[in-house]
């Protein structure tokens, strides 16, 4: 049972930056792939960016390249979402997620565990 909290979210200006954490707890976090999606009100959840194991493989999905980064640690159990020149389209509730074998890397089916989220609201 691996259980994931996301910290970091918070109010900001557009242009602004962010980082969101997620820590994990239980066993062999180093072999999950991790993975972020966000949620806007009255739209579906979409995927963010994911990051393999290793760390080597990572994954964006385009409405975030080149201004999210995700990265991880796995001393430190935890996983990284940096977000820069946020847009007010970036704001929504952002869930991290795990999985032991994720086939697909953007489709939330493929994981296993999920935070509660974290809310981030980027200002106009």
């Known amino acids: 049972q691996v259980q994931l909290v996301e910290s970091g979210g918070g109010l900001v200006q557009a242009g602004g930056s962010l980082r969101l954490s997620c820590a994990a707890s239980?066993?062999?976090?180093?072999?999950?792939?991790m993975g972020w999606f966000r949620q806007a009100p009255g739209k579906e959840r979409e995927f963010v960016a994911a990051?393999?194991?290793?760390?080597?493989?990572?994954y964006n999905a385009d409405s975030v390249k080149g201004r999210f980064t995700i990265s991880r640690d796995n001393a430190k159990s935890t996983v990284y979402l940096q977000m820069n020149s946020l847009k007010p389209e970036d704001t929504a509730v952002y869930y991290c997620?795990?999985?032991?074998?994720?086939?697909?890397?953007?489709?939330?089916?493929?994981?296993?565990?999920w935070g509660q989220g974290t809310q981030v609201t980027v200002s106009s």
């Open positions: 990051i393999k194991w290793s760390g080597a493989i990572t």
């Open positions: 239980g066993p062999i976090f180093s072999r999950y792939t």
């Open positions: 997620a795990a999985g032991l074998v994720v086939a697909v890397l953007a489709a939330d089916s493929g994981y296993d565990y």
